[in-house]
């Protein structure tokens, strides 16, 4: 079982980035899948979540519509678009997938995690 997330880069203030995340190991469909980030000296915080199909989503309230969770479960592979990106937004995002319906927002309720990708928004 295997989640690979990738995307991640360096971008100017304003910018947009998509992160992807590609599961292996297991059938993305039957998991809810989430984005939580992690910037230095800072606690692990939530970002996005998306329900087994794609038709429920949750935000972090700093998100304040400028990023969108979605998913292909053809793929095996959700995504997370990030745009009007702030400095604030620099650190390390990771994916992670919970099995069952529930789209929750706490990171103890997943059970796989990616290796995370660095964001940094920087002139």
């Known amino acids: 079982v295997q989640l690979q997330a990738s995307g991640g880069g360096l971008v100017q203030p304003g910018g947009s980035l998509r992160l992807s995340c590609a599961a292996s190991?297991?059938?993305?469909?039957?998991?809810?899948m989430g984005w939580f980030r992690q910037a230095p000296g800072k606690e692990r915080e939530f970002v996005a979540a998306?329900?087994?199909?794609?038709?429920?989503?949750k935000y972090g309230d700093f998100v304040k519509g400028r990023f969108t969770i979605s998913r292909d479960n053809t793929k095996n592979t959700a995504y997370l678009q990030m745009n009007s990106l702030k400095p604030e937004d620099t650190a390390v995002y990771y994916c992670?997938?919970?099995?069952?319906?529930?789209?929750?927002?706490?990171?103890?309720?997943?059970?796989?995690w990616g290796q995370g990708t660095q964001v940094t928004v920087s002139s």
């Open positions: 190991g297991f059938t993305l469909s039957s998991y809810v």
């Open positions: 992670a997938s919970r099995f069952g319906e529930n789209v929750d927002i706490r990171g103890d309720q997943y059970t796989y």
């Open positions: 998306v329900s087994r199909a794609g038709s429920i989503t």
